[in-house]
Nanobody, 116 residues
Framework: QVQLQEAGGGVVQAGGSLRLSCVASGIIFRFSTIDWYRQAPGKQRELVAG???????NYADSVKGRVTISRDNAKNTVYLQMDSLKPEDTAIYYCHLQFPSGSDNWGQGTQVTVSS
């Protein structure tokens, strides 16, 4: 059974940094694409960043230059380094894993709150 566990959320002042992590268990991680999504109150869930099995990355325009996604296949972990955080980055951040087969899994999310 696949399990995704996010960690690293918290409360930070505007301009601060956080590093989120997503640990996957029960799978062959290195063949998967991992994305980070976020959902703010009253808004739709949106893609923040993604990284393929070949470590190709993509970012939402709203976070480009402030966010870096990376993966450590030996640790079955994906990281989301977020710098220069803004109040509008406040949301629940979710880890999403896509298998080559097309099936996917979601983590339960971690809250990020940026105070002004």
């Amino acid at each position: 059974q696949v399990q995704l566990q996010e960690a690293g959320g918290g409360v930070v002042q505007a301009g601060g940094s956080l590093r989120l992590s997503c640990v996957a268990s029960g799978i062959i991680f290195r063949f998967s694409t991992i994305d980070w999504y976020r959902q703010a109150p009253g808004k739709q869930r949106e893609l923040v960043a993604g990284i393929t099995s070949g470590s190709r990355t993509n970012y939402a325009d709203s976070v480009k230059g402030r966010v870096t996604i990376s993966r450590d296949n030996a640790k079955n972990t994906v990281y989301l380094q977020m710098d220069s955080l803004k109040p509008e980055d406040t949301a629940i951040y979710y880890c999403h894993l896509q298998f080559p087969s097309g099936s996917d899994n979601w983590g339960q999310g971690t809250q990020v709150t940026v105070s002004s």
